[in-house]
């Protein structure tokens, strides 16, 4: 079972990051463990405007059964590429007691779409976390994460607030891997002055030496199309 290291304290969180990042799966993942340690409402906005592999939509019903609201575009699984953010988005603002989780494309078309609401997001308050797969394309330096970093900046108009260790290699992944990867994501943060929030691993690869790290985040992953979750895998009913 997947268990929250640590609650964020604002009511908004934004996870960002390269495609392969698997920020996807780590926003559902938050989502879902932070409905299990709130009475709150969670809502799951989905950003990624750019239609990529995996949405959130892949996983409207576990969502649902778990009393998560998704928000995602009308065409989100379609082989269209709308570049708008629903109108619903608005509700991520509206209640003063919803706990509001996005998931941002990974380019900055994402982001600047995200951009629209900037002013209510600083008002509201937020996290807005890097996910980092040091694995991916584009992304394998941390001299290239912080090009990147800068670009979803500027285009979302919102400044980083933390960053996510994601580093993954799918089903190849070991813990041994996960562990090599910690000296790339404390460079990044010594570069950017950020704060690493999350270490994520799967979690059936969690161990006695992985046990050690702070803010270590265990994930399950939502493959597309079969996944399934087992019985009182969030404390609550299966689907």
Not at 96 to 104: I, L, M, Q, R
């Amino acid at each position: 079972m997947s268990e929250l290291p640590g609650l964020l304290n604002q009511k908004i969180v934004i996870f960002a990051g390269h495609y392969g990042s698997g920020k996807t799966n780590l926003a559902i993942n938050y989502a879902l463990a932070l409905r299990k340690h709130i009475k709150e409402q969670v809502l799951l906005c989905d950003v990624d405007i750019v239609n990529p592999y995996f949405r959130t939509k892949d996983s409207e019903e576990i969502l649902r059964a778990h009393g998560i609201r998704l928000i995602s575009t009308l065409w989100a699984n379609s082989n269209l590429d709308i570049p708008a953010i629903p109108p619903e988005t608005a509700a991520a603002f509206a209640s003063a007691g919803a706990f509001s989780v996005f998931d941002v494309g990974g380019d900055d078309s994402g982001a600047a779409a995200l951009g629209q609401f900037s002013d209510r997001i600083r008002e509201t308050g937020y996290e807005m976390l890097l996910v980092v797969n040091r694995h991916r394309f584009l992304t394998g330096t941390p001299e290239e994460l912080m090009v990147y970093l800068r670009e979803i900046e500027a285009a979302s108009k919102l400044c980083f607030t933390g960053l996510v260790n994601n580093s993954n290699l799918g089903t190849e992944s070991s813990a041994e891997d996960f562990m090599k990867s910690i000296p790339f994501i404390e460079k990044v943060s010594r570069l950017s002055g950020l704060p690493v929030r999350y270490h994520c691993i799967r979690e059936d690869l969690v161990n006695e030496q992985v046990r050690g790290i702070k803010n270590l985040f265990p994930v399950r992953i939502f493959n597309k199309p079969n996944w399934k979750l087992q019985e009182d895998d969030y404390g609550e009913s299966s689907v």
